[in-house]
């Protein structure tokens, strides 16, 4: 069975404004680009189609995620919030560095509806697994405010909407962004039928959260998993981490799905994180996703798109990335690879093992 694909040209219609990389071009600061522009993503798009890949997916038509969707998530008084800004011509702040253009909730609702239309492919067996290339990116955004360029938690909601309203008992996430899943792990923070593990550089964004002892409260305790890479982690450490804490917590917590928040901003040259994974090491994480989601779960694995910010280089990510969902070999050779795959500290680190070590210890408090 093929692998789903979400993608809408309005996604690229997102406008983050005037800015210098993450913040206003406000003087001193020389105006430019936002670091969350189109254009990351349109290559995505744009790479798929010109190796034959494209062709090879099943398009799945994304859909506006309504107030009821969004609302298992988020207040309605930051709902409300987001409608007052929509109907302004001229766009407002999400807030928490979060640019709203014109019109960015309708293509946010677009966005969150897409992971759930996603989700339902899946659900339903019309494709094995899938990967919504949606704009703006979730993972950041909290159930009262935007966050870190996202307004409205994409793969909390799909998952909300799994547990909700298509009946699946327990439900994970493998956020392999380079920043914390903070907005997915909130949703979730007390939720028992939710794993949320986010693989993340250690304090980069939020810079205040995303630690070992977060761990969930209530009877969610034990279901949040963080795991603080320090900065420099390679392939290696993401390898190792993926073998000792990520696929064992999936075994333990049998998840009905699998999400994957995905951003490519832990790839080398990313200008906001530090970290030096590749287009190769991309692969190998999928493919460890993929024979944990066969083992556990019918194959059910869902892909969100959040960060990457190297234009050149996020492409040849996430082409490895959905090249594996799919079984396709488009024979498309990473031109960074060269330079990437011998950097210095590709391979495991001692002090990246002791973090991966303290966080496989976490697994115990798992619920059986
Ligand atoms: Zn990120």
Redesign the pocket.
Known sequence: MATGFVWHERYMWHDTGNYAGPLPAIFPLQPGQHAENPETKRRIRNLLEVTGVLEQLVPIAPRPATDEEILRVHTPEYLKKLEEMNANPRGGDAGGMTPFGPGSLDIARLSAGGVIAATDAVIDGVVSNAYALVRP?G?HAMPDTGM?FCMLSNAAIAGRHALAVRGLDRIAFVDW???HGNGTEAAFWTEPRALTISIHQDRC?PPTTGGIDARGEGPGFGTNINIPLPPGSGVGAYEATFDRVVIPALRAFKPDLIFVPS?F?AGAHDP??RMMMHSEGYRSLTRKLMAAAEELCGGRLVMCH???YNAPTVPFYALAVIETLGGINSRTEDPFMPLFEHMGGQELQPHQEDVIARCAALLEALPA
């Open positions: 990116p993972h870190g962004d380079v920043h964004f951003g901003d906001l994180g959040e960060g990457g």
